[in-house]
Nanobody, 124 residues
Framework: QVDLVQSGGGSVQTGGSLRLSCTAS????????VGWFRQAPGKEREFVDG????????YYTDSGKGRFTVSRDNAKNTVYLQMSSLKPEDTAVYYC?????????????????WGQGTQVTVSS
């Protein structure tokens, strides 16, 4: 079992950058794949990016391709989502999810552990 605590986020203008962090407590975080999701008001939670448990493989969606980079430091039990060239349509609450599998899933219902969520607001 892991507990996830998120940090980062905030408000930026179009074209700005933000870095989100997702830090786990508990042991053996290196066996957990992590997915980043976001949920805008009135919309379903959608997969943004993910990273394998060992950190060697990242999974990107069209929405974040070329703009978002996911990485992890297992020594620090932390996964990062670096977001650049932000757009107003990126505005949402962002969540990290973890599951004890090698590869992340784009299906949010398969994750048992979640961060508390962090608001990202991009203004035009």
């Amino acid at each position: 079992q892991v507990d996830l605590v998120q940090s980062g986020g905030g408000s930026v203008q179009t074209g700005g950058s933000l870095r989100l962090s997702c830090t786990a407590s508990g042991r053996a975080f290196s066996i957990y794949a992590v997915g980043w999701f976001r949920q805008a008001p009135g919309k379903e939670r959608e997969f943004v990016d993910g990273i394998s448990a060992d950190g060697t493989r990242g999974y990107y969606t069209d929405s974040g391709k070329g703009r978002f980079t996911v990485s992890r430091d297992n020594a620090k039990n932390t996964v990062y989502l670096q977001m650049s060239s932000l757009k107003p349509e990126d505005t949402a609450v962002y969540y990290c999810g973890a599951e004890a599998v090698p590869l992340p899933s784009s299906n949010w219902s398969l994750y048992n552990y979640w961060g508390q969520g962090t608001q990202v607001t991009v203004s035009s």
